[in-house]
């Protein structure tokens, strides 16, 4: 949240602190691999896994595994006060509302992962992703919140 409020996440579960001064290494409550952490009114949120997922979350007390069952793989989380939205393979979209995470019904048909996912100013929901093999076809980004200028991209 700021220069001496920096989380790193990784392999093997690893999470990393930069206090300003020295990087730390908290527990973790997982050994399963860590892609994105973010962090938003003191909360942060790192999610990962290769197939299944993993959730864990930080308040200033430390880590806790809070993984909704039967979670897919997620590739980016996003954090906005105590709102948090992951996003991850096959389309999957989790939400946290209350303090626990939840599959949001976003009625897609997508089998592409998202490999991000945003919060905007106006609390719209952006996720983007799409095939991860060459050649880099079938990108998708989707929006959730008020209406924005849209359009569609056709292939030159």
């Known amino acids: 949240l700021g220069a001496d409020d920096v989380w790193l996440v990784g392999t093997g579960g690893v999470t990393l ?7 730390a290494e908290p527990a973790s409550p997982t050994t399963r691999t860590l892609f994105t952490v973010q962090g938003s009114s ?21 880590w806790q595994d809070v993984t909704p069952p ?15 939205y992951a996003a991850g393979i096959n389309g ?7 303090g626990a995470w939840e599959q949001e019904p976003t009625q ?16 719209g929901v952006w996720a983007a992703g799409g095939q991860l093999v060459l050649p880099l ?4 980004l989707v929006h959730k919140g008020s209406a924005v200028p849209g359009g569609t991209y056709q292939e030159r």
């Open 17 to 23: 602190h930069w206090d300003g001064l020295a990087i």
């Open 42 to 62: 003191g909360l942060f949120a790192a999610v990962g896994g290769y197939g299944t997922g993993v959730v864990i979350e930080n308040d200033g007390a430390g």
């Open 70 to 84: 039967f979670a897919p793989q997620l590739n980016g989380v996003a954090l906005s006060g105590t709102l948090g």
């Open 92 to 98: 999957a979209i989790y939400r946290r509302a209350g």
């Open 108 to 123: 897609l048909d997508v089998f592409e992962d998202f490999h991000a996912v945003w919060i905007d100013p106006d609390g």
């Open 137 to 140: 076809l079938r990108g998708m």
